[in-house]
């Protein structure tokens, strides 16, 4: 075992249930709430015409990115010691730096994940793509079902994670939920900032 490991797992063990649960709750809640809309965009796809792929990528991308476990209700650490903003005790600040440092994990986490949404907010011409309609059409049904089954393998594994396997599996779900983006229909800003969200998920946990 790792000094990492053994510092990450000293963070968690002072999680008390109520905060591990309500962070839990939190995040089911993100994931209903993405399968509903998963469910509405695939019945949408179905009739949406060429020239309107592109702006359906950027609103599918955007509600993705919006239904991922980032903000403080999904986080036990924050539940159980942010409600003052003190953060006394709190063993990610300890391991990470405070949220609200600049140079902390989380900061340098969220400055890239929300410019990342900036970027294909803004990204508002199509990009010289190869993919034929039929083709965009197929990648993007194929990113709805692939997101889908993420949320739900999320959803149906929180009951049984302590708080230190919570923390890990938030890491992975949001690398794996960023990688369905469909990149090749944006510029190529966005691919660089995705890369650039990548490597600051690294250190989320």
Not at 67 to 86: E, M, N, V, W
Not at 95 to 101: Q, Y
Not at 164 to 171: A, T
Request: proline residues 4%.
């Amino acid at each position: 075992m790792t000094d990492r490991t053994k510092e990450l797992e000293a963070a968690a063990k002072d999680i008390d249930p109520a905060s591990l649960q309500a962070a839990k709750a939190a995040i089911v809640v993100n994931c209903r709430e993405y399968l509903r809309w998963t469910l509405l965009f695939s019945r949408r796809l179905e009739t949406t015409k060429p020239e309107e792929l592109h702006k359906f990528a950027r609103s599918l991308s955007l509600t993705l990115l919006g239904h991922l476990p980032t903000r403080p209700a999904t986080c036990p650490f924050c539940i159980q010691y942010g409600h003052d903003k003190s953060c006394q005790g709190c063993g990610y600040a300890a391991t990470h730096g405070r949220c609200d440092a600049d140079d902390s994990a989380f900061s340098l986490f969220i400055e890239a994940f929300q410019e990342l949404g900036r970027l294909i907010y803004q990204d508002t011409t199509a990009s010289q793509s190869s993919c034929l309609p039929v083709e965009t059409k197929g990648l993007l049904f194929a990113l709805l079902q692939a997101s889908q089954e993420l949320a739900r393998e999320m959803q149906e594994g929180l009951p049984s994670l302590s708080t230190l396997q919570l923390m890990r599996q938030k890491q992975i779900y949001i690398d794996r939920m960023i990688l369905q983006l469909p990149l090749c229909l944006f510029s190529e800003d966005v691919q660089k900032q995705r890369c650039i969200l990548q490597y600051r998920l690294e250190g989320y946990w």
